[in-house]
């Protein structure tokens, strides 16, 4: 049973050690004994304690010190604020290296200081091994003992960083003592940071502006949140007001359910299952929310972080994956139905998640696929890592190869001269979808598998190997099997990608879901005053739903959009044609012996779009080629890829359909195809 008396702090050096055992012991040292200890001293075997450790690059180094039955917590700290006026008397305009000892330490240490509102100076970074760096004469560093450049002169010191706020309240409630003196220590936080601003404003006559930031890039630029079990609101600050864009004195003292219309945040912060941190958006900007559980004084507090809106190139932090949008936006919390293959299924990928392994989903249009893929990314260990989904079906061959692996200066025209790296490149460490899997040309399925099997990619028109260490989700709804049968799929690519395995169920096999899945796409509609009568929830029930979910949303959303009297009736139903007819399912029929029936892998409906198209094309008088097919089958209202296109050409020209020409001959249509158009025919 872990000591709920005892604290263990673990840091890399001395100095940093003794500055963070002061902060915990000033916070705490009256109700537990805080030890602590430095990578440059020796360490004894620490087991059934609580122990914090001062940055996740320690973790390498301690676990063998750590015994499996210790409640590990690993610190987020900021800037030392209690010498922060000294950067302040600097001149404007100057120029000073800040030194620590690691690459991203150094990075983020200056983005912190930026956002306190140190921006009269310029700040450049310098860590050991560093090749080219501003020269001056000016450092400010963290910590006394790291080294200096030989150019700098003056030395500023403003101490090691401080654990922040937010660990704070985690190391309380997982100590037990956040009902005791969580207020207390709130309290006393915002006092130091209100004594500071006052002697900082005084002594060097700051203006409102700069004081403001400071104080919010102190509290990290966030907004809290505070609200009791029953969801009544007791803390609600003034940048939660501006994120939120809820005034403060509608919110006090209201339920949250009342105020906030998102309902995927109201569930996330009342959900304690789930991972303390997710992002959300509000007014096209993207916020991380921390949410922290505290069981003893029965109280939910959230922090809201608002990221920044310019991405700076090659940075790998958490910060950069939010920024261009390589994050994971959903978990298994937003995957809505309680029948039992749903839940079964969702039970499956829980188990997968935690596998490094490749992970095929399959399923049909519309099922959830890159939604149940964001979610296992989320429930993984590579969680903090970034995500990154790649749609086949929407880039052409020609892009997706310098898109996938990066390219190298001067590969080709239009070209950066300074090169790009590649998604896979750029997943490093984290997630890549691939989605539509099956739409992928065997020339590129040749590369997916060389990376599947070594975990290294080259750059278009470069000749280095470049290890990727990558978590492969790929997702399709067509027949791989079929597929591989008629040569367009490589049978060694499928069962690569085949380690892992789940099925998506229809909504048609899954029907109990479907009043939840309404009233929550009702929900999510800007008209909140709209009823819908049961017996069109019935009508709907009773529905197929070829498109499954996404078809059934388009739904809601359109008899929203013709009800009247913010009623939805009978008379708002969509008309037949509306809705999706149905399609030869993944597993509804068995694999085809002869070759005339493998044709059924690419539908009937699809089959007549494409043939639609090329005979209009040609009695227009233009040559039929793969562009104006797939802008034809748009008219047609089955919208085709000039990807998709490529391929379901080569397998019609193979059943006799039609007959491929290069250059101004384009393609036609063989008697066959017209046969099968007339037999087709509405």
Known sequence: MIKLDDLVLIAGAQETRMTLHKQLEEILGDFVKVKSYSLEEQIPFIDNQVVVLSSSLLEDEVFRHIGENCKKIIANRMVNYQNIDRLLMLPEGTQALYITDFPQTTMDSIESLKQLGIDHIEIHPYYPGIKDYFRTEIAIKPRTALILPDMVKEVIHIGPRLIDFTTILYILDTL?????????????????????????????????????????????????????????????????????????????????????????????????????????????????????????????????????????????????????????????????????????????????????????????????????????????????????????????????????????????????????????????????????????????QARLLRILQEKEIMRVGGSKIIPVDVRVIAATNKDLLRMIELGTFREDLYYRLKILFIYLPELRNRKQDIPELINHFMKQSNNKNVQIQDEVVQRLVQHQWYGNIRELKNTIDYMITVSEDNQIDTNSLPVHNFFQKERKSLTSSPMPHKKEEAILYINEEEIKTILQAIHFIIQSGEPAGRKKISEETQNHGHFLTEQQIRQRLDILQSKGYILKSKGRGGTRLTDKGFKFLEENRV
């Open 176 to 444: 037990g003592l956040s009902k005791r003196i969580g207020r207390n220590v709130s309290e006393k936080f915002t006092h130091t940071l209100l004594g500071l601003s006052k002697r900082i404003a005084e002594g060097y006559n700051m203006n409102t502006k700069n004081l403001n930031m400071l104080l919010d890039g102190i509290h990290d630029n966030g907004g809290i949140l505070e609200i009791d079990y029953e969801g009544k609101i007791s803390v609600f600050n003034e940048q939660l007001e501006k994120i939120l864009n809820i005034p403060r004195d509608r919110a006090f003292g209201e339920n949250i359910r009342n105020v906030l219309t998102n309902t995927q945040l109201v569930n996330f912060i009342f959900n304690s299952s789930t991972r303390e941190k997710r992002s959300f958006f509000f007014s096209n900007s993207e916020v991380l929310v921390h949410r922290f559980h505290f069981l003893s004084a029965k109280s939910i507090v959230a922090l809201f972080k608002k990221t920044h809106d310019i991405v700076k190139r090659e940075r790998t932090t958490s910060r950069e994956f939010i920024r261009k949008g390589y994050v994971a936006k959903y978990s298994f919390d937003d995957i809505i139905g309680t029948s039992p293959v749903l839940q079964s299924t969702i039970h499956t990928a829980k188990k997968l998640a935690k596998s490094d392994l490749t992970i095929l989903i399959e399923g049909e249009s519309g099922t959830g696929k890159e939604l149940f893929a964001s979610a296992i990314h989320n429930e993984s260990l590579r969680s903090n890592g970034p995500f990154l989904a790649v749609n086949f079906s929407a880039l052409s061959e020609d892009l997706v190869e310098s898109e996938l692996f990066g390219y190298e200066g001067g590969s080709f025209t239009g070209a950066r001269q300074e090169g790009k790296a590649g998604l896979f490149e750029q997943a490093n460490g984290g997630t890549i979808f691939l989605d539509e899997i099956g739409d992928v040309s065997l020339k590129l």
